[in-house]
């Protein structure tokens, strides 16, 4: 999204620049590296294993590629080789026969027709295959016992026929300005930010492939949740007084939804990430002004201009009523895509920080581990290791990401890491918290006293099939100078980081090498820059999306790359791009690979002089957010 612009790290943990700048030396023995690592990377990849014979890079990312010259302008530009249909924008009813916004200017929904309409901002996502009517859950969880290697996909193989037509995506709504959602720049009446606030959150929508074409469908399923949602709150901080307000009110709502995640046992994780600019301080009561923690997170008088404290007071941090209101958000939140009854679970023992995204993958003796991003700039890569086999762990009725270790990331200079623990029992965090519950409500805090690594804002993060974690430091313009004895420094334009873990994911060391500096490919016809969403699927296709300024009039983007490369930057294929003000984000995937969906957000910036995707060029229909629904002409696999 348009980024919160501030730093709100103030501690004195060495930036990320200082320990790049002394790996930089380190990056041709990396390249060696990676050479003698082909043998280790064939012994643990499936298709190599399988007797599939990969020697050429093109075989796993071998479309025509978009040429940059094509890639701009007000509508998509997509492969030769692929084409796209566009799916559920804005305002589309969750169900048909559904209220419905089409762009007309002149108009707006209510914030009760939002409420059963597809939000905007069009974030993370994931598609949950049906395989009957009875919606049991399938493709991603359902044949357990065949799990290869513990891994967080399920190697289909074009198994669930029905599954691959037919499912529930799970859509993070991340935001809308006012002016795109309200057409004005601040709201006049409570109307007007209950239709922003609709505007945002999650979607659950059935959708179903008929005659050829993705539709939703008449569903006892869909539904849409948003910050006035009823939510819960499990794991170590659920019963705090941090998460308790004066007035006594009950928890609601999730905001500002921007990466995601998705569990073995078939759920959808949302990650909360820019969450303090919709909260604002009115004055009326109290004079309000920022604690040490409020500061941290980046609360402010005006917010990001949204205005909601000046209708809705839980969203005013001058009301003595709705003080620690802000602490209920900034969390990872659990949500069943196939039981519209159940209330969505924030997820406290995964910490509160600005949650770009929840990757989950399956670690040593079937613990689960969730990897995740705190995107801002000098901010910290984290990962929480569940305390036991979450198979048996549910059977005992508990979460699995209820119960474990929350840990940190310090880079070294000499490509080790290492995986701090944001625990109570560490006397660091003793002598500053009264108890777990505090170190998880204000885990930016603890992580900045155990001296975690800052970094140039951690985006998502995908795990490769040889368990390598890869994760998009989108970019820091506060980097410092160039080093004239490595190219890629400064670095305004962001790169990709990988990791080793010990212990299958489990243990507290790491070996990390940088994967690509995006600043390497300006120039070529594989020019990208600001790498935000990525996936790497079951065949070590890296799919990266971006979100910012593309050099060459370039519009948002999305490309593949294989993970075996040693050369990314020359071997990058661009798959498609946006349009004009856009950026790309989201991927997934039906269970046999054959259906991508990605999206484009904030096309124009709401903008209908930019673009009035997806209705026709006509210069004055507001651009909406929306998906792709992108397939390869040859019926192969995306990304192939
Ligand atoms: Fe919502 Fe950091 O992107
Ligand atoms: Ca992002
Ligand atoms: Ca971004």
Redesign the pocket.
């Known amino acids: 999204?348009a980024?919160d612009d501030e730093i709100s790290n103030k501690s004195s943990n060495r930036p990320f620049e200082d320990v790049l700048k002394v790996n930089m030396t380190r990056r041709g023995a990396i390249k060696g590296g990676l050479a003698s690592a082909a043998a280790f990377f064939a012994a643990s990849n499936p298709a190599l294993a399988a007797g599939v014979k990969l020697s050429k890079m093109d075989q796993l990312v071998g479309f025509e590629p978009v040429p940059v010259a094509q890639g701009n302008g007000p509508v998509p530009v997509i492969s030769a080789d692929y084409e796209y249909d566009v799916l559920i924008p804005w305002g589309s009813p969750l169900e048909p026969g559904g209220p419905s916004y089409d762009g007309n200017p002149s108009t707006r929904p209510t914030a009760a027709e939002q409420r059963e309409m597809i939000g905007i901002g069009h974030?993370g996502m994931w598609y949950f295959p049906i395989k009957d009517e009875k919606a049991t859950r399938c493709g991603w969880n359902d044949d357990w016992d065949e799990w290869k290697d513990d891994r967080d996909w399920h190697d289909n193989n074009g198994r669930h026929g029905k599954g691959n037509r037919h499912g529930m995506l799970c859509i993070n709504h991340?935001f809308g300005r006012n002016p795109h959602v309200l057409g004005k720049e601040q709201p006049e009446n409570l109307g007007d930010v209950q239709l922003s606030q609709h505007a945002h959150g999650v979607a659950v929508v059935e959708l179903q492939k008929k005659k050829g074409k993705w539709t939703t469908v008449a569903s006892k399923r869909s539904r849409r949740i948003h910050v006035n949602s009823p939510v819960n709150f499990s794991g170590a901080a659920a019963d705090s007084d941090l998460l308790k307000t004066p007035a006594g009110n009950a928890p609601l709502g999730t905001v500002n939804n921007?990466?995601n995640g998705y569990t073995p046992w078939g759920t959808y994780l949302t990650c909360e990430?820019?969450f303090n600019g919709y909260f604002g301080a009115t004055n009326s009561t109290n004079t309000w002004s920022a604690t040490p923690a409020q500061e941290r997170y980046g609360f402010s008088e005006e917010g990001f201009n949204y205005g909601w404290e000046r209708f809705d007071a839980r969203f005013d941090l001058s009301n003595p009523d709705f003080v620690n209101e802000e602490n209920r958000f900034g969390w990872v939140v659990e949500i069943d895509p196939m039981d519209p009854t159940q209330t969505p679970v924030k997820r406290t023992s995964l910490g509160r920080i600005k949650h770009?995204g929840a990757t989950v993958t399956v670690g040593k003796d079937g613990r689960v581990v969730c990897y995740m991003g705190d995107?801002q700039r000098f901010d910290y890569i984290y990962k929480f290791v569940s305390e036991d086999n979450w198979r048996k762990m549910l059977k005992k009725g508990k979460s699995p990401l209820d119960h474990g270790k929350l840990y940190v990331a310090r880079f070294n200079d000499d490509g080790t890491g290492d995986w701090l623990e944001l625990t109570i029992d560490n006397p660091a965090l003793a002598a500053n918290f009264a108890d777990q519950a505090e170190v998880l409500v204000y885990t930016r805090m603890a992580a900045d006293l155990l001296g975690a690594t800052p970094m140039d804002?951690p985006?998502w993060i995908s795990v490769a099939p040889n368990r390598d974690v890869y994760c998009t430091l989108?970019n820091n313009s506060r980097r410092s100078e160039p080093n004239a004895a490595n190219p890629l420094a400064p670095n305004p334009d962001g790169h990709i980081i990988r990791w080793t873990d010990s212990d299958k994911h489990t243990g507290k060391e790491f070996k990390w090498d940088i994967f690509v500096f995006a600043q390497d490919t300006h120039g070529t016809e594989q020019s990208f820059s600001d790498p935000?969403g990525i996936w790497i699927d079951p065949d070590g296709r890296l799919f990266v999306e971006t979100?910012g300024g593309q050099k060459d009039g370039l519009n948002n983007q999305c490309l593949v790359v294989d993970t075996r490369s040693e050369n990314p930057a020359a071997e990058m294929k661009r798959l498609f791009t946006g349009v004009t003000g856009d950026e790309i984000t989201g991927v997934t995937v039906t269970p046999d690979r054959k259906t991508l969906f990605i999206n484009t957000q904030h096309p124009g910036n709401g903008d209908p002089s930019l673009t009035n995707f997806p209705a026709p060029t006509d210069g004055v229909t507001i651009p909406r957010d929306c998906t792709f629904v992108i397939t390869r002409k040859n019926g192969g696999i995306v990304g192939s």
């Open positions: 999204m980024h974030d991340e921007c990466a990430e820019n770009e995107d804002r985006e989108t935000d979100d």
